[in-house]
């Protein structure tokens, strides 16, 4: 198996950072390959700007969508892009590390998605047709290939429960693993959190560690998230709304485009 991670932690001594230690010696253990995108230790530039598309004529207006498809298909995408593309169409898996800072992810990883998942490389809008709008959505560049999260929370898991002030994990982790990953063609595995990451209580980092390894041991068994695909007969076209009396009676909000099966 060939496996990516990308981590977005600034302390080489972090939980996180002590996780992927652990997660990397337990797959190269089993014969893996593995590949570490550390983007702190990289230096990974977090921003959009007209310097990332090299055919991008200076002083004129930068619509970021047209130029990212452009430089992606006359290879015009600067170095350090192309090489965190190289090491995705590499991996069959994709492992995202990062603690839970204001209710998402660390700049620098939203700045990976950014400019690494270019228009044409990490998604395709397609031609819309009476029964099909792009190959997005459980379809893709990355079809076939598997992603999860791993991440730290500082608070409680009752915290961020179905009544909790912060809101459902699951809920906070939507836009990633759905309107991200899966938006972009990869079958996402349930997230790894762990709660009270910050409580220094020795408990909580040995159970940490003892669910990665768990994971790293049946990362091709996992049963994925079975997220509705959007090709495939569950949403209006061109609309994109789920057809009325799919969900179940308890389902409602994001839940709703999980297919319980």
């Known amino acids: 198996m060939k496996v990516l991670f990308v981590i977005a932690h600034p302390d080489k001594n972090s939980f996180n950072h002590s ?68 090491k995705l169409k590499w991996a069959d898996t994709v492992i995202f590390q990062f603690p839970i800072w204001w209710s998402s992810m660390p700049a620098m990883m939203k700045g990976w998605f950014d400019r690494v998942f270019s228009s044409g ?87 940490a560690e003892k669910a990665v390894l768990e994971r790293m041991d049946n990362l091709a068994t996992v049963e994925p998230i079975h997220y509705r695909r959007q090709n495939f007969g569950d949403y209006t076209i061109p609309e994109l709304t789920l057809k009325e009396g799919l969900e179940q009676p308890d389902q409602a909000h994001f839940d709703i485009h999980i297919e319980r099966v």
């Open 121 to 207: 490389f990490g998604y395709n809008y397609g031609i819309r047709t009476d029964t099909r709008y792009g190959d997005r959505f459980g379809e893709g560049v990355m079809e076939g290939k598997r992603a999860f999260i791993i991440t730290t929370i500082g608070s409680s898991k009752e915290q961020y429960s179905e009544r909790g002030i912060s809101g459902s994990i699951n809920d906070i982790l939507f836009p990633i693993n759905h309107n991200t990953l899966f938006y972009a063609g990869f079958s996402v595995l349930p997230p790894i959190v762990t709660f009270r990451a910050d409580s220094r209580r020795e408990e909580v980092y040995v159970n």
């Open 19 to 86: 996780l992927l230690d652990a997660a990397v010696k337990r797959l190269e253990s089993q014969g893996n390959e593995v590949k570490v995108s550390d983007l702190y230790a990289m230096t990974f530039k977090a921003i959009v700007d007209a310097d990332d598309f090299l055919n991008h004529e200076e002083g004129t207006r930068l619509k970021v969508g047209e130029a990212s498809f452009a430089a992606t298909e006359s290879h015009q995408l600067t170095d350090d892009v192309v090489a965190e593309q190289e």
